[in-house]
């Protein structure tokens, strides 16, 4: 079965940084894109981040752009956004999803999620 399993989750000052992993198995990893999402509380699913399956082009949401990096290593099947200058709105549940057509925004694109792992943000 397919398992995506998101870490590196916690409390972070406002100004800080996280590094998020995320580890598949049971699929060929390479042959999907990945993405990352979030959601806070109260708010919508929304797109951070996406890959191709090379982890030759990247995009981001204008949120985060700037600060959070996407990468993958193919060989690990991980996938990792690194985020900088953190702040209060970016506390929410974090997500990586995988999709097998392609890197896209569209959350109900993707086929395959991790379970989230939650990052607060606070002063």
């Known amino acids: 079965q397919v398992q995506l399993v998101e870490s590196g989750g916690g409390l972070a000052q406002v100004g800080g940084s996280l590094r998020l992993s995320c580890v598949a198995s049971?699929?060929?990893?390479?042959?999907?894109?990945m993405g990352w999402f979030r959601q806070a509380p109260g708010k919508e699913r929304e797109f951070i981040a996406t890959?191709?399956?090379?982890?030759?082009?990247?995009r981001y949401a204008n949120s985060v752009k700037g600060r959070a990096t996407i990468s993958r290593d193919n060989d690990k099947a991980t996938v990792d956004l690194q985020m900088n200058s953190l702040q209060p709105e970016d506390t929410a549940v974090y997500y990586c999803?995988?999709?097998?057509?392609?890197?896209?925004?569209?959350?109900?694109?993707?086929?395959?999620w991790g379970q989230g792992t939650q990052v607060t943000v606070s002063s």
């Open positions: 999803a995988a999709n097998r057509y392609g890197s896209t925004e569209i959350a109900d694109e993707y086929h395959y």
């Open positions: 049971g699929l060929r990893f390479s042959n999907f894109a």
């Open positions: 890959i191709d399956w090379g982890g030759v082009n990247t």
